[in-house]
């Protein structure tokens, strides 16, 4: 299916890049720390031939802006609202938003804050542990490393931001054999990877905040994805009381890319629940609805 890449301005004036494909109801899809605009095309391929899909590359990931200064949550909300924003002026409808890792994160925080376009919200494993002081000297030590070009030691310090258990990362090595990664995409990732640190540090780890969601919600998950996150997740869905919690059997933090057709049918299902359900009472524009 063909698709369409255009530009969104955020109020700050960051150019962010996007790519478009599909006709229907509104989906967009944010990716993790190290993708980009090619992160979820095998999801949004499946999803477009009922969907208008829309796969913005955060701001700090070629070819979006890369700002000077440090990055926030706070602007990276700014910027994911201007990107529903233009959904919902070019179909007339709100729009379903789908995170993925730090992309799940940043969909917690945008729906928190303005949910008024947002017709629901699927999140795959925000990584909610990983924030605040305790990422500071793992920020400065990936900072030291980029600054060297020390791959290895960016991928050490990554490693302890994600807690990736050492025989995870000893298989990922194997599979990719001896694969030399693209220097271009190697570096574009290397710096978005360095303001999502500055953007974590800068949080908080309270899972209580995110009980004021309130639009239709989905939390998405993998039954072999290591610790924290089972438990973080647990506890994600104890505080968003609307939430449905879907856990995949046999399945990591790697399903997008290795169970794409999984990932689709569970979101269309959702989309379509979340459309049909009614507006919640005291919400007349049925933009806090709950699902169940």
Do not use: C
């Amino acid at each position: 299916m063909n698709s369409h890449d255009q530009h969104v301005e955020s109020s700050d004036g960051t150019r962010l890049a996007l790519r478009r494909l599909g006709a229907g109801d509104p989906v967009v899809l944010v990716h993790g720390s190290g993708g980009g605009l090619h992160s979820w095309a095998a999801v949004a391929d499946q999803l477009a031939p009922d969907h208008e899909v829309w796969m913005p590359a955060r701001r700090g990931y070629g070819p979006s802006d890369v700002p000077p200064g440090t990055k926030s949550f706070a602007v990276e909300t700014a910027d994911l609202l201007a990107v529903i924003e233009a959904a919902r002026q070019r179909t007339g409808r709100r729009v379903h938003v789908v995170g993925a890792s730090y992309g799940a994160t940043l969909a917690l925080h945008t729906a928190s804050a303005d949910p008024r376009d947002i017709r629901s919200l699927a999140v795959f494993e925000p990584p909610l542990f990983a924030a605040g002081p305790e990422i500071a000297p793992l920020l400065d030590r990936y900072r030291a490393a980029f600054e060297r070009d020390d791959a290895p030691a960016m991928a050490a310090a990554l490693h302890e931001v994600t807690r990736v258990p050492a025989e995870i990362v000893a298989a990922l090595a194997a599979g990719a054999g001896d694969r030399t990664p693209d220097p271009v995409e190697a570096r574009r990732a290397a710096i978005g990877w360095l303001h999502d640190l500055e953007a974590l540090a800068g949080d908080s780890t309270d899972i209580a905040r995110w009980s004021s969601i309130t639009v239709p919600t989905l939390l998405l998950a993998g039954a072999d994805t290591w610790e924290p996150m089972p438990t973080m997740m647990n506890a994600l869905a104890t505080a968003i009381r609307p939430a449905r919690h879907l856990v995949w059997t046999g399945q990591s933090h790697f399903v997008t890319m290795t169970a794409p057709t999984l990932v689709a049918d569970a979101l269309r299902q959702f989309f379509a629940e979340a459309s049909a359900a009614p507006p919640s009472s005291g919400d007349p524009t049925g933009t806090a609805t709950a699902a169940r």
